[in-house]
T-cell receptor
Framework: ETGVTQTPRHLVMGMTNKKSLKCEQHLGHNAMYWYKQSAKKPLELMFVYNFKEQTENNSVPSRFSPECPNSSHLFLHLHTLQPEDSALYLC??????????????FGPGTRLTVT | ELKVEQNPLFLSMQEGKNYTIYCNYSTTSDRLYWYRQDPGKSLESLFVLLSNGAVKQEGRLMASLDTKARLSTLHITAAVHDLSATYFCAVSRYPNTGNQFYFGTGTSLTVIP
């Protein structure tokens, strides 16, 4: 596998379900991100992890719970979601070195539908 | 908060024509990025611009950066159908704003025969 991979690619879940999205990067990067992309809205940054430590949480509801066990893997745990949470969830990674953060590489995304 | 604005939001252009997409940002940035997204697909990195006056070209696309005006442009030359996609610009100010990337709303480009 190369680049950034995400599984599953499509997910349909009910509002009472619990599921997890997985992201893996094979680029040797040390920063990972979750974004939400809804139709006709700008890309929304949800969480940032630098060197496995969460550094940003942009007012994301607690029904979204991130986990970063190591610098190559990132999870997004989902529970009791709402229909408005239906969106494309994108994972990205980048290299942070010194005082520079380099370009992000994106995974293919998980298309989530909450019924 | 750093804001990024793109215009136009929607662009329909004929094959063979030239056009420019604009990206304005609200405060100083250390680097600017352009991405392409095809429908239902992820974002693909096109250009990274690091300094004032930087110009990069790939095929029919050319990106430039004016840090004094806080403006980047993506110029399309002799458009072809394959360029139909949504184009995003993004800026970062690491470490000033943490490790955050700020994205524009995107420009949806449709190239028609």
């Amino acid at each position: 596998e190369t680049g950034v991979t995400q599984t599953p690619r499509h997910l349909v879940m009910g509002m009472t379900n619990k599921k997890s999205l997985k992201c893996e990067q094979h680029l040797g990067h040390n920063a990972m991100y979750w974004y939400k992309q809804s139709a006709k809205k700008p890309l929304e940054l949800m969480f940032v992890y630098n060197f496995k430590e969460q550094t940003e949480n942009n007012s994301v509801p607690s029904r979204f719970s991130p986990e970063c066990p190591n610098s190559s893997h990132l999870f997004l745990h989902l529970h009791t979601l709402q229909p408005e949470d239906s969106a494309l969830y994108l994972c990205a990674s980048s290299l942070v070195a010194g005082d520079s953060s380099y370009e992000q590489y994106f995974g293919p995304g998980t298309r989530l539908t909450v019924t | 908060e750093l804001k990024v604005e793109q215009n136009p939001l929607f662009l329909s252009m004929q094959e063979g024509k030239n056009y420019t997409i604009y990206c304005n940002y609200s405060t100083t940035s250390d680097r600017l990025y352009w991405y392409r997204q095809d429908p239902g697909k992820s974002l693909e990195s096109l250009f990274v611009l690091l300094s004032n006056g930087a110009v990069k070209q790939e095929g029919r696309l050319m990106a430039s950066l004016d840090t004094k005006a806080r403006l980047s442009t993506l110029h399309i030359t002799a458009a072809v159908h394959d360029l139909s996609a949504t184009y995003f610009c993004a800026v970062s100010r690491y470490p000033n704003t943490g490790n955050q990337f700020y994205f524009g709303t995107g420009t949806s480009l449709t190239v028609i025969p």
